[in-house]
Protein backbone atom coordinates (compact mmCIF):
# COMPACT_ATOMS: atom_id res chain seq x y z
CA UNK A 1 0.00 0.00 0.00
CA UNK A 2 2.92 1.93 0.72
CA UNK A 3 4.52 1.78 -2.44
CA UNK A 4 1.34 2.46 -4.44
CA UNK A 5 0.59 5.90 -2.48
CA UNK A 6 4.54 6.74 -3.31
CA UNK A 7 3.80 5.83 -7.11
CA UNK A 8 0.80 7.62 -7.39
CA UNK A 9 2.15 10.84 -6.12
CA UNK A 10 5.06 11.14 -8.37
CA UNK A 11 2.50 10.88 -10.83
CA UNK A 12 0.96 13.44 -9.44
CA UNK A 13 3.81 15.79 -9.87
CA UNK A 14 5.04 14.66 -13.49
CA UNK A 15 1.08 14.99 -14.50
CA UNK A 16 0.83 18.34 -12.76
CA UNK A 17 3.73 19.94 -13.81
CA UNK A 18 2.87 19.56 -17.95
CA UNK A 19 0.02 21.95 -17.09
CA UNK A 20 2.02 24.72 -15.63
CA UNK A 21 4.57 25.24 -18.05
CA UNK A 22 5.00 29.25 -18.73
CA UNK A 23 5.35 30.42 -22.37
CA UNK A 24 9.22 31.16 -21.86
CA UNK A 25 9.65 28.00 -20.25
CA UNK A 26 11.43 24.88 -21.95
CA UNK A 27 10.70 21.61 -21.72
CA UNK A 28 13.18 18.53 -21.71
CA UNK A 29 14.05 14.56 -20.34
CA UNK A 30 16.92 13.53 -19.20
CA UNK A 31 18.61 9.72 -19.23
CA UNK A 32 21.30 8.76 -16.79
CA UNK A 33 23.01 5.13 -16.82
CA UNK A 34 25.55 4.79 -14.11
CA UNK A 35 27.84 1.95 -12.65
CA UNK A 36 29.22 2.07 -9.48
CA UNK A 37 31.70 -0.31 -7.42
CA UNK A 38 32.60 0.05 -4.10
CA UNK A 39 36.20 -0.84 -3.21
CA UNK A 40 35.95 -1.16 0.44
CA UNK A 41 34.47 0.64 3.44
CA UNK A 42 35.48 3.86 2.84
CA UNK A 43 36.21 3.83 -1.51
CA UNK A 44 33.66 3.68 -4.09
CA UNK A 45 34.34 4.28 -7.88
CA UNK A 46 31.31 5.63 -10.27
CA UNK A 47 31.10 5.90 -14.14
CA UNK A 48 27.95 8.05 -15.44
CA UNK A 49 26.47 8.84 -19.34
CA UNK A 50 23.56 11.52 -19.61
CA UNK A 51 21.71 12.14 -22.47
CA UNK A 52 19.54 15.63 -22.15
CA UNK A 53 17.12 16.89 -24.53
CA UNK A 54 15.42 20.42 -24.79
CA UNK A 55 13.15 22.68 -26.92
CA UNK A 56 10.01 20.32 -25.58
CA UNK A 57 12.37 16.86 -25.81
CA UNK A 58 12.27 17.57 -29.40
CA UNK A 59 16.21 18.38 -29.47
CA UNK A 60 19.54 16.38 -28.25
CA UNK A 61 20.91 19.19 -25.79
CA UNK A 62 23.65 17.41 -24.63
CA UNK A 63 25.55 13.86 -24.05
CA UNK A 64 27.90 13.64 -21.74
CA UNK A 65 30.10 10.90 -19.34
CA UNK A 66 31.79 11.05 -16.48
CA UNK A 67 34.20 9.49 -13.78
CA UNK A 68 34.32 10.28 -10.20
CA UNK A 69 35.36 8.91 -6.81
CA UNK A 70 33.88 8.91 -3.36
CA UNK A 71 35.29 8.48 0.06
CA UNK A 72 33.45 8.19 3.17
CA UNK A 73 35.69 10.37 5.75
CA UNK A 74 33.09 9.83 8.58
CA UNK A 75 29.55 7.90 9.14
CA UNK A 76 27.89 11.55 8.10
CA UNK A 77 30.61 12.79 6.11
CA UNK A 78 31.86 12.11 2.24
CA UNK A 79 34.12 13.44 -0.46
CA UNK A 80 33.62 13.17 -3.94
CA UNK A 81 36.01 14.35 -6.67
CA UNK A 82 35.21 14.01 -10.76
CA UNK A 83 35.99 14.85 -14.05
CA UNK A 84 32.67 15.22 -17.14
CA UNK A 85 33.18 15.30 -20.56
CA UNK A 86 30.67 17.17 -22.25
CA UNK A 87 29.17 17.28 -25.79
CA UNK A 88 26.58 20.25 -26.38
CA UNK A 89 24.51 21.19 -29.02
CA UNK A 90 25.17 25.12 -28.70
CA UNK A 91 23.07 27.55 -30.05
CA UNK A 92 24.89 31.44 -29.97
CA UNK A 93 23.09 34.38 -30.91
CA UNK A 94 24.41 37.59 -31.30
CA UNK A 95 22.23 41.05 -31.07
CA UNK A 96 22.71 44.61 -32.17
CA UNK A 97 23.03 47.53 -30.08
CA UNK A 98 23.58 51.42 -31.01
CA UNK A 99 26.92 51.11 -32.34
CA UNK A 100 26.06 48.85 -34.79
CA UNK A 101 26.09 49.64 -38.77
CA UNK A 102 22.85 48.00 -39.24
CA UNK A 103 21.11 50.08 -36.17
CA UNK A 104 22.48 53.25 -37.37
CA UNK A 105 21.52 52.70 -40.66
CA UNK A 106 17.56 51.97 -39.55
CA UNK A 107 17.65 48.54 -41.00
CA UNK A 108 17.39 47.13 -37.72
CA UNK A 109 16.24 48.05 -34.14
CA UNK A 110 18.67 47.86 -30.98
CA UNK A 111 18.28 44.08 -28.92
CA UNK A 112 16.92 42.06 -32.31
CA UNK A 113 18.94 39.20 -32.75
CA UNK A 114 21.95 39.85 -35.22
CA UNK A 115 23.97 36.46 -36.05
CA UNK A 116 23.15 33.02 -35.27
CA UNK A 117 25.62 29.99 -35.08
CA UNK A 118 24.71 26.02 -34.48
CA UNK A 119 27.57 23.57 -33.37
CA UNK A 120 28.24 20.94 -31.52
CA UNK A 121 31.41 21.23 -29.41
CA UNK A 122 32.81 19.73 -26.09
CA UNK A 123 33.25 21.02 -22.20
CA UNK A 124 35.85 19.92 -19.69
CA UNK A 125 34.00 19.81 -16.03
CA UNK A 126 35.66 19.31 -13.16
CA UNK A 127 34.57 19.24 -9.37
CA UNK A 128 34.99 18.26 -6.13
CA UNK A 129 32.07 18.12 -3.18
CA UNK A 130 32.05 17.46 0.28
CA UNK A 131 28.08 16.21 1.83
CA UNK A 132 26.94 15.80 5.04
CA UNK A 133 24.18 13.86 6.24
CA UNK A 134 22.11 12.85 8.81
CA UNK A 135 19.14 10.42 9.65
CA UNK A 136 15.98 11.44 12.34
CA UNK A 137 13.83 8.25 12.42
CA UNK A 138 13.15 7.44 9.04
CA UNK A 139 14.09 10.77 7.85
CA UNK A 140 17.27 11.47 6.23
CA UNK A 141 18.97 15.13 5.46
CA UNK A 142 21.77 16.41 3.74
CA UNK A 143 23.61 19.04 2.27
CA UNK A 144 26.35 19.13 -0.66
CA UNK A 145 28.87 21.72 -1.03
CA UNK A 146 30.31 21.20 -4.45
CA UNK A 147 32.89 23.34 -6.25
CA UNK A 148 32.71 22.88 -10.40
CA UNK A 149 34.86 24.07 -12.61
CA UNK A 150 33.90 23.95 -16.45
CA UNK A 151 36.17 24.98 -19.39
CA UNK A 152 34.74 25.63 -22.68
CA UNK A 153 37.80 25.42 -25.48
CA UNK A 154 37.93 27.57 -28.32
CA UNK A 155 36.05 26.66 -31.40
CA UNK A 156 35.84 28.28 -35.44
CA UNK A 157 32.58 27.87 -37.21
CA UNK A 158 32.34 28.12 -40.61
CA UNK A 159 29.73 30.70 -41.11
CA UNK A 160 27.01 32.36 -38.93
CA UNK A 161 22.85 32.75 -39.92
CA UNK A 162 22.29 36.25 -40.70
CA UNK A 163 18.79 38.32 -39.69
CA UNK A 164 19.61 40.93 -41.51
CA UNK A 165 20.41 39.55 -45.12
CA UNK A 166 18.18 36.06 -44.16
CA UNK A 167 20.79 34.14 -45.58
CA UNK A 168 24.79 33.12 -43.88
CA UNK A 169 27.19 35.47 -44.28
CA UNK A 170 29.91 33.12 -45.47
CA UNK A 171 32.77 34.07 -42.90
CA UNK A 172 34.19 31.98 -40.14
CA UNK A 173 33.61 33.20 -36.46
CA UNK A 174 36.08 31.76 -33.66
CA UNK A 175 34.10 31.94 -30.32
CA UNK A 176 37.12 32.39 -27.20
CA UNK A 177 37.70 29.71 -25.08
CA UNK A 178 36.93 30.36 -21.50
CA UNK A 179 36.86 28.82 -17.56
CA UNK A 180 34.11 29.66 -15.32
CA UNK A 181 33.72 28.41 -11.32
CA UNK A 182 30.38 27.98 -9.74
CA UNK A 183 29.26 26.90 -6.50
CA UNK A 184 26.93 24.36 -5.89
CA UNK A 185 24.80 24.24 -2.88
CA UNK A 186 22.33 21.86 -2.47
CA UNK A 187 19.91 20.48 0.76
CA UNK A 188 17.87 17.21 0.30
CA UNK A 189 15.50 15.33 2.22
CA UNK A 190 14.54 11.61 1.55
CA UNK A 191 12.43 9.58 3.43
CA UNK A 192 14.48 6.49 4.04
CA UNK A 193 12.98 3.86 5.73
CA UNK A 194 14.40 0.40 6.45
CA UNK A 195 13.06 -2.58 4.23
CA UNK A 196 11.40 -0.25 1.85
CA UNK A 197 12.25 -0.39 -1.76
CA UNK A 198 11.07 2.69 -2.61
CA UNK A 199 13.10 6.02 -1.19
CA UNK A 200 11.37 9.69 -2.11
CA UNK A 201 13.35 12.43 -1.81
CA UNK A 202 12.99 16.13 -2.58
CA UNK A 203 15.95 18.75 -3.36
CA UNK A 204 16.61 22.20 -4.06
CA UNK A 205 20.17 23.42 -4.94
CA UNK A 206 21.74 26.71 -5.89
CA UNK A 207 24.19 28.02 -8.17
CA UNK A 208 26.22 30.63 -7.38
CA UNK A 209 28.95 32.48 -9.38
CA UNK A 210 29.93 35.87 -7.77
CA UNK A 211 25.46 36.14 -8.02
CA UNK A 212 23.19 33.44 -8.02
CA UNK A 213 22.56 32.39 -11.57
CA UNK A 214 20.13 29.69 -11.11
CA UNK A 215 17.95 27.02 -8.82
CA UNK A 216 16.74 23.69 -9.34
CA UNK A 217 14.50 22.39 -7.30
CA UNK A 218 13.45 18.71 -8.08
CA UNK A 219 11.39 15.58 -6.29
CA UNK A 220 11.92 12.01 -7.36
CA UNK A 221 11.46 8.49 -6.25
CA UNK A 222 14.45 5.78 -6.55
CA UNK A 223 13.62 2.43 -6.50
CA UNK A 224 15.92 -0.86 -5.26
CA UNK A 225 15.14 -3.54 -7.57
CA UNK A 226 17.83 -5.74 -5.86
CA UNK A 227 21.08 -5.52 -4.33
CA UNK A 228 22.83 -4.48 -7.71
CA UNK A 229 20.16 -2.95 -9.78
CA UNK A 230 17.78 0.32 -9.09
CA UNK A 231 15.34 2.77 -10.94
CA UNK A 232 15.24 6.38 -10.40
CA UNK A 233 12.49 8.92 -11.70
CA UNK A 234 12.20 12.92 -10.72
CA UNK A 235 10.91 16.23 -11.96
CA UNK A 236 12.82 19.35 -12.00
CA UNK A 237 11.96 22.60 -12.36
CA UNK A 238 14.93 25.60 -12.90
CA UNK A 239 14.82 28.99 -12.59
CA UNK A 240 17.49 30.96 -14.27
CA UNK A 241 18.71 34.39 -13.42
CA UNK A 242 22.04 34.33 -15.44
CA UNK A 243 24.06 31.79 -17.49
CA UNK A 244 26.40 32.88 -19.62
CA UNK A 245 27.92 29.30 -20.04
CA UNK A 246 25.21 26.95 -20.71
CA UNK A 247 23.02 29.67 -21.89
CA UNK A 248 19.89 27.83 -20.48
CA UNK A 249 16.51 28.89 -20.43
CA UNK A 250 13.70 28.37 -17.59
CA UNK A 251 12.89 24.34 -17.91
CA UNK A 252 10.86 21.68 -16.61
CA UNK A 253 12.42 18.67 -16.84
CA UNK A 254 11.67 14.72 -16.50
CA UNK A 255 14.32 12.37 -16.05
CA UNK A 256 14.68 8.56 -15.55
CA UNK A 257 17.86 6.95 -14.59
CA UNK A 258 19.29 3.38 -14.02
CA UNK A 259 21.96 2.02 -11.48
CA UNK A 260 23.75 -0.90 -11.18
CA UNK A 261 26.14 -1.90 -8.26
CA UNK A 262 28.75 -4.37 -8.77
Known amino acids: MNRQRLLIGLSLIISYSSFCFAQSDDFGLDFTLEAEKKLNKQWSLNLEGELRTRDDASTNDRWSVGVGADYKLAKWLKASAGYILLYDNNVKISYYNATDEAVLDGDAE ?98 NAWSLQKVRYTAGVDWKLSKQHSLGAFYRYQSVNTDDDDNEPNRHLIGISYKFKF
Not at 124 to 148: C, I, M, N, P, Y
Not at 172 to 191: C, F, M, P, W
Open 110 to 207: VGEPKKCAKYWGTRHRFSVSLTASQKFGDWKFSLRERWQYTYRPEYTVDERWSYLTKSYDGKAHTYDGKGKNVLRSRLQIEYDKKGLALTPYANVELF
